[in-house]
């Protein structure tokens, strides 16, 4: 049976996880990026094939868009895919009805995938335009890279985004802080960043294995007037929660400035 194609355009590190985690053989790739060693990389690892550009990509059954939001415009007016071809999209901001008017298609599908794909232990939210007929084969596809949620409202895909999709930043941005931290109080860089990462590890194998919520695996650890009641009282009379929900808020309101751009 002949071997569906892709064209990947942005060679990034998004695009980058999502097409190496599709199962080996699946697609016949093609890559094409501004920078053409990102795309001969990344195809390199693929067994598909770097292209120098636009122009030269063949027709392909999927093209993955993995170029920033700010570069759509540029992107739209510069590449016409077939219309009978679905167009996958990982870019931020960019809403379902224009890339459907940008290029012309009525097959689209948005992705929003968090960097922990790149270990198979993503999340990836997805919406689907009616005119997509072979969504599972997509969905199949991208099974390797972690949890695939479908949703049927675009307003759900920007709130996946400013929670699963940014939400690495998040906990990178804690772990950086805890490790410094510890280094402060007198452990090495290396062995306070072992430490940390371990713990975060450990804590979310622990919520992904327990019936308990997280309010209720907090509170197991949290011995009434012990060291780590003192340390939650403070995140609580600093505003650890209204902070996290302001920085949410300036995540999904950036979302909105970008689908403005983009029209």
């Known amino acids: 049976m002949t071997r569906k194609k892709m064209a990947i355009i942005g060679c990034g590190k998004m695009a980058s996880a999502?097409?190496?985690?599709?199962?080996?053989?699946?697609?016949?790739?093609f890559g094409y990026n501004p920078t053409l060693?990102?795309?001969?990389?990344?195809?390199?690892?693929?067994?598909?094939?770097?292209?120098?550009?636009?122009?030269?990509?063949?027709t392909c059954d999927f093209y993955l868009i993995g170029a920033k939001p700010q570069h759509f415009k540029e992107l739209a007016q510069s590449f016409s895919p077939p219309k009978e071809s679905t167009i996958i999209?990982?870019?931020?901001?960019?809403?379902?009805?224009?890339?459907?008017?940008?290029?012309?298609?009525?097959?689209?599908?948005?992705l929003m995938p968090n960097t922990p794909c790149l270990v198979g232990e993503g999340v990836v939210g997805l919406i689907a335009s009616k005119g997509v007929e072979n969504l599972s084969f997509i969905t199949d596809l991208l099974k390797n890279t972690g949890l695939v949620q479908v949703v049927d409202n675009e307003e759900l895909i920007n709130i996946i985004t400013a929670f699963t999709g940014s939400g690495?930043?998040?906990?990178?941005?804690?772990?950086?802080?805890l490790s410094d931290l510890m280094v402060e109080r007198g452990l090495d860089q290396e062995v306070a960043q072992k430490l940390i990462v371990q713990m975060?590890?450990?804590?979310?194998?622990?919520?992904?294995?327990s019936?308990?919520?997280?309010r209720a695996l907090r509170?197991?650890?949290?011995?009434?007037?012990?060291?780590?009641?003192?340390?939650?009282n403070v995140f609580k009379t600093e505003g650890l929660r209204a902070m996290v929900s302001s920085a949410i808020a300036a995540n999904l309101t950036r979302a909105k400035e970008l689908e403005g751009e983009s029209k």
């Open 168 to 177: 690495p930043a998040y906990i990178f941005e804690l772990a950086n802080i």
């Open 219 to 232: 509170d197991n650890v949290t011995s009434k007037g012990g060291t780590t009641e003192a340390a939650l």
């Open 89 to 110: 999209s990982l870019m931020a901001g960019i809403t379902m009805d224009t890339l459907m008017r940008g290029f012309n298609s009525k097959k689209v599908i948005r």
């Open 200 to 209: 975060i590890k450990g804590s979310g194998v622990l919520m992904s294995k």
């Open 18 to 29: 999502m097409v190496l985690g599709m199962p080996k053989g699946s697609l016949e790739f």
């Open 37 to 58: 060693k990102k795309a001969q990389d990344l195809m390199a690892s693929v067994v598909g094939t770097a292209i120098p550009s636009l122009k030269d990509l063949p």
């Open 211 to 214: 019936s308990e919520s997280p």
